[in-house]
């Protein structure tokens, strides 16, 4: 069994976060173990290991190329974060409730 680093750890739940997947469908597909996924998250909450960055900046953006249509559909628009990490990208039909742990994921890094 491999061991994990903190920042592995830091990482691992940050992932978990942005992937809409939950802790137990995480866990099994990378074949973590649930009960030490929880302890270690619970651990790096209460020593404030996670650090909160800025709020990110959002925009919703619309394809350049107009088509025939009047108004570019929903699932043509999409969402985009800059982030100190990258430009995350996700189309603006994505569920409110995964777009919030994503922002939250996000501030962890």
Known sequence: MATRSHQD????????????????????????????????????AKTGTQQIAPFVKATVTSPTAMTTQAQPSASAQAIHFQHHTGLWTFPSTLPPRYLLEIIKGLQAC
């Open 9 to 44: 750890w830091a990482a691992l739940i940050q992932q978990q976060s942005a992937s809409g997947l939950t802790i137990s469908n995480f866990c099994r597909v990378h074949k973590l173990s649930l009960s030490g996924f929880y302890a270690r998250k619970a651990d790096m």
